[in-house]
């Protein structure tokens, strides 16, 4: 019973410490004006070779969906390349923001992108001419794209708004994931 207890209270501790860093992540943006148009970059993820989504695009596209729905104007810009000769990340995130409701006329695609260093340098001709730009992923996720846009394009920092990326508890599991790999790549950087 004792190691129970020992699991539970380190699962609660991990879980805790997890919601604080995507909720820091998630912070110092402005919230976006729905009266302005708004560019929302769902950054990419691995499909499966058959195009079926992995649950890291669905979350990331629930979050662009989210955070545009409110805009009566602005796209949703799915990033990502064909891997493994099947539909492009970009493709499948698609299918998955008009099965949410997202109007197809919405959607821009962007197919090139391997990286989220490319995500952002390729979506920027999709997006400089919007007054309002969000990144849809997991908010440790986004704010490295934003620093991304930061180093590749300042002039546009300044139209960052936040997307509606934060959610107590919401898919907990994913959001241990993007932590321990945004470790392992800080880790990696050191080396």
């Known amino acids: 019973m004792q190691a129970l207890r020992v699991v539970v209270a380190a699962a609660a501790a991990l879980t805790l410490a997890v919601e604080v860093d995507h909720a820091r992540a998630s912070r110092g943006l402005p919230r976006p004006d729905v009266d302005r148009p708004l560019a929302v970059v769902v950054l990419g993820y691995?499909?499966?070779?058959?195009?079926?989504?992995?649950?890291?695009?669905?979350?990331?596209?629930?979050i662009g969906v989210r955070s545009l729905s409110r805009h009566a104007e602005g796209v949703l810009v799915l990033s990502g390349a064909a891997r493994q000769g099947g539909p492009s990340e970009a493709r499948v995130m698609a299918r998955l923001a008009v099965d949410a409701g997202m109007p197809p006329a919405r959607l821009v695609l962007e197919e090139e992108a391997t990286t989220t260093w490319e995500n952002v340098a390729l979506t920027v001709p999709l997006v400089e001419a919007y007054p309002q730009i969000a990144y849809a992923s997991a908010p440790t996720h986004a704010a490295r794209a934003r620093a991304y846009l930061a180093r590749q394009r300042p002039d546009l920092v300044?139209?960052?708004?936040a997307a509606e990326d934060y959610r107590a508890l919401e898919r907990p599991g994913l959001k241990i994931a993007t932590t321990a790999r945004r470790f392992v790549r800080l880790a990696q950087d050191c080396w």
Do not use: D, I, K, T
């Open 46 to 62: 691995r499909s499966s070779r058959r195009g079926r989504p992995h649950p890291l695009q669905r979350w990331r596209v629930a």
């Open 158 to 161: 300044a139209r960052l708004v």
